[in-house]
């Protein structure tokens, strides 16, 4: 019946209460409580939208769909083997084109023509039996029955709205992936479904041969006047190319011109003699270096390699052998030692010699070689030089000899086309066939167990739709939670209403005041029990011994909980007075049915003491401070010494003391009051008070530090609570009422 209660405050007036965060296992069962409140509304309207979905599906005319299959060649093959003048086969965007030549209305219209539908009523409006309401237009008008059929024959302007018509019923769909184009077609009569069918399957397939037919004919025509142009080009061309050749003299042998092929042996020639010079060069520069170097020349390799000279070393090897002999023999002055030396000399001066004419053989060697390459470069730059001429002249004879080339190639190319597509002209195929034609369709096509299944999901959508800008539209309070989540106040539990705690009718009629003392062990009771003591514990280490009961608008049950609370107290057996702080509606007075002269006003101002104003409760031991009747006084009487002092004086004589105020938002004196309690009740009455009324309420509560202590429901309905939260314990009414004597 109310929750644990919530120590939000710690002892201190003004500390702020931190509301717990939410989970998202708080956020599903918020959403399941939602749902559970506004269960009759999601149920309505899921009802409404299935029953209205059911009278619309079963008032539909059966339909009947057939359906006709077409495939794409994969591979498009001519009756010749030359390239055609289409692609070779169909990728998916080709085949998504030809769905899309299907569903043209040319193609539509050639169907209309064809089985005449601008004559049958289904497609041609004007031709169907006129309605109950035509006939009253008729009769209106005085149209007479020959105007009226006049006037719904068919028209040619019909053709459109009739091609609308057609159109309306064909279903045109890729089969996956493949090359299958899927044909349907729906209507009332399943023999005209297949024969539309087949008719738009005929029409296309009719159609693509027009225009193989359209094109091939046009390409014919083009080829044969083209062949003509490109005939005399191809003559013309070649004509200019010859006469050019003989004017220039660039006759050729074997692909290259006479100039290029003697170029090509002197340079050969001159690579050779470059060779030859290099080598001569070389002999003669390494002589010269090791006669530089003191060599005798002996050892030049010509001089090595030549025969005199070997045979001179020879000579002088054995004249060399005599002198020794002689000079060990007779001495240096001996006449045949003389002699020989002189033989010996005369050798070295001959091999000399020939090693000087050795030398001189080399320098003309590589004289004569160097001569030779000097006259084959000269051959060859004259020859190029006349080759720089003929290149000149080529680039001309090139040009004339592509405009030739390609004349002929593209003669022969349109040659051999023409040649192909006359012959294609009489052999042409189309690009698709009927893989299955549509047959009569036995069963209606209109899918009712679909649409039923959409009905149910649209009629969810709805339903949660409702539900949605139900809460949207709510601005009531109606669990705890929402009280500390949005407003971040504590939340200390709830007062049921009394028709929804009791099962008995006429005893819920005595009224909660009353009840709560009448029954005492009901649930009503207990939820009163339990919320003072939340209250008193609501402040922990503070002594409550004064409680202000407030509530942010009139009609929120401040009056009727404050008697309950002060009843209840008093049954428990602790010295109870209530005090009637509301100076303007003195409803205290009126629900205790109390006749008083002199009240709150006569002791504060001191005509009267507190023993002469206080009344005692009928049914309880609780005693009741009231407000007269005729007494009213436009100041300020509760922020006074006297308001204080007899606060004061209340709280040493009594146990508790509950101080019913007047509506927060309304009386600025309330906000004085509730600052002379231990501890503050804000009352907000179930799914009625705004939020924007309880959140103003505690801001100025906060704002004028009063010792808040938390806030209740009041008049909740407990069977509904049950559908809207399950932290509250009243929401559980149903599993424990066997524990009270309702």
Request: with cysteine.
């Amino acid at each position: 019946m109310n929750s644990t209660a919530s120590n939000g405050y710690e002892g201190r007036p003004d500390a702020g209460y931190q509301a717990p965060p939410e989970t998202a296992g708080a956020g599903v069962q918020r959403l399941v409580a939602i749902f559970r409140r506004r269960l009759r509304l999601f149920g309505g309207v899921v009802i409404g939208v299935i029953a209205i979905s059911v009278v619309v599906i079963m008032a539909q005319t059966p339909q009947f769909t057939a359906t006709a299959t077409v495939s794409m060649n994969a591979h498009k093959q001519s009756i010749v083997q030359a390239p055609p003048t289409q692609d070779q086969s169909p990728d998916s965007t080709g085949v998504d084109t030809e769905v899309e030549i299907l569903k043209s209305r040319t193609l539509a219209q050639h169907v209309v023509q064809d089985l005449k539908l601008d004559h049958d009523p289904e497609f041609n409006g004007r031709l169907r039996k006129p309605g109950p309401a035509q006939l009253l237009r008729n009769a209106i008008t005085g149209l007479t029955p020959q105007d009226a059929a006049g006037a719904a024959a068919p028209r040619p302007s019909d053709i459109d709205s009739v091609i609308d018509a057609v159109s309306g019923g064909l279903k045109v769909a890729r089969s996956g992936q493949t090359y299958l184009i899927n044909v349907s077609y729906t209507s009332v009569d399943p023999a005209k479904a297949a024969l539309i069918a087949n008719a738009f399957t005929r029409a296309y397939l009719n159609s693509q041969l027009d225009s193989k037919f359209t094109s091939t004919s046009d390409a014919n025509n083009w080829l044969n006047e083209r062949l003509g142009q490109l005939r005399a080009q191809v003559e013309a061309a070649d004509t200019e190319l010859q006469k050019y050749k003989i004017a220039n003299n660039l006759m050729s042998s074997q692909g290259a011109t006479l100039t290029e092929q003697e170029i090509s042996t002197l340079d050969q020639q001159l690579a050779m003699t470059r060779a030859q010079e290099a080598e001569a060069s070389a002999r003669l520069s390494t002589a010269r270096h090791q006669l530089e170097k003191g060599s005798t020349g002996e050892d030049v390799g010509e001089a090595l390699s030549s025969p005199v000279i070997q045979q001179l070393r020879q000579q002088r090897a054995l004249t060399s052998k005599t002198v020794a002999d002689l000079q060990g023999r007779y001495g240096d002055r001996h006449p045949e030692m003389l002699k020989a030396k002189r033989e010996l000399a005369d050798i070295d001066s001959q091999i000399q010699s020939e090693i000087q004419r050795i030398i001189s053989n080399l320098e003309a060697q590589a004289q004569v070689a160097k001569q030779r390459t000097a006259s084959i470069e000269s051959s060859v730059g004259q020859s190029r030089g006349k080759l720089a001429g003929n290149n000149r002249a080529l680039v001309r004879l090139n040009e004339l000899q592509r405009n030739a080339d390609a004349a002929r190639t593209l003669y022969e190319t349109l040659l051999n086309r023409y040649k192909e597509t006359s012959v294609e002209k009489g052999l042409q195929q189309t690009d698709a066939h009927v893989v299955s034609p549509a047959n009569v369709p036995t069963a209606p096509s209109s899918r009712k167990g679909l649409m039923g299944a959409f009905a149910i999901l649209l009629a969810l959508s709805l339903g949660c739709t409702a539900v949605v800008l139900a809460e949207l539209l709510d601005n009531g309070i109606s669990d705890g939670d929402m009280i500390e989540r949005e407003m971040d106040a504590a939340y200390l539990g709830s007062i049921p209403l009394l028709s929804s705690a009791t099962e008995t009718a006429e005893i819920s009629k005595i009224g909660p005041e009353r009840f709560v003392v009448e029954r005492p062990l009901s649930s009503f009771a207990e939820a009163i029990r339990s919320l003072t003591a939340s209250v008193m514990f609501a402040r922990i280490g503070d002594d409550v011994k004064v409680i202000a009961v407030t509530s942010s608008l009139p009609g929120e049950g401040k009056t009727t909980s404050s008697i309950c609370l002060a009843r209840s107290l008093a049954l428990s057996g602790k010295k109870v007075v209530i005090v009637d702080c509301d100076l303007r509606q003195r409803a205290l007075k009126r629900m205790l049915a109390a006749d008083v002269s002199e009240g709150m006003l006569e002791l504060l101002n001191g005509n009267v003491k507190l023993d002469d104003v206080l009344v005692r409760d009928t049914l309880s031991s609780a005693m009741v401070l009231p407000v007269s009747e005729a007494a009213f006084t436009p100041r300020d009487v509760f922020g006074t010494n006297a308001m204080r002092e007899l606060v004061s004086e209340l709280r040493s004589r009594f146990d508790m003391v509950i101080l019913d105020t007047a509506p927060v938002l309304l009386v600025t004196e309330t906000r004085t009051v509730v600052g002379l309690a231990d501890a503050m009740l804000l009352l907000v009455r179930w799914r009625k008070t705004s939020r924007r009324a309880v959140a103003a309420s505690l801001k100025l509560l906060r704002a004028a530090k009063a010792p808040l202590a938390g806030t209740a429901l009041t008049q909740v309905n407990i069977m509904e609570a049950v559908n809207i939260t399950s932290t509250d314990p009243s929401a559980y009414y149903k599993s424990y009422k066997q524990y009270y004597s309702d």
